[in-house]
């Protein structure tokens, strides 16, 4: 049985930093691109992060460019997302995620993905 379970999240200031955890069990974790995904309330669930099976690719959505950054460690079955210079407008809550199939690319396509966490909220006060 799969298993994502984030941590991490919590409330911070304009400009402050948080780091995301996504610890997974149950798959061969190394085989698979994961994603950072994240829904404000009346939002869309969005990509803000993605990154292939090898780690050799990413993806990041526009309005994180150069603020976020996401990272894997296989020995650890985790994934994380390094939340920098943090905006009102981050406020969400944010859902790691498993791609369907072994070594692929992150796809900003929720339906490309089969094993979800059960999402940690991030609040950044202005």
Do not use: H
Not at 19 to 37: D, K, Q
Not at 53 to 82: E, H, M, P
């Amino acid at each position: 049985q799969v298993q994502l379970v984030e941590s991490g999240g919590g409330l911070v200031q304009a400009g402050g930093s948080l780091r995301l955890s996504c610890a997974a069990s149950g798959r061969t974790f190394s085989r698979y691109a994961m994603g950072w995904f994240r829904q404000a309330p009346g939002k869309e669930r969005e990509l803000v992060a993605g990154l292939s099976w090898s780690g050799g690719s990413t993806y990041y959505a526009d309005s994180v460019k150069g603020r976020f950054t996401i990272s894997r460690d296989n020995a650890k079955n985790t994934v994380y997302l390094q939340m920098n210079s943090l905006k009102p407008e981050d406020t969400a809550v944010y859902y790691c995620a498993t791609a369907r199939g072994p070594y692929g690319y992150p796809s900003s396509a929720s339906g490309d993905y089969d094993y979800w966490g059960q999402g940690t909220q991030v609040t950044v006060s202005s």
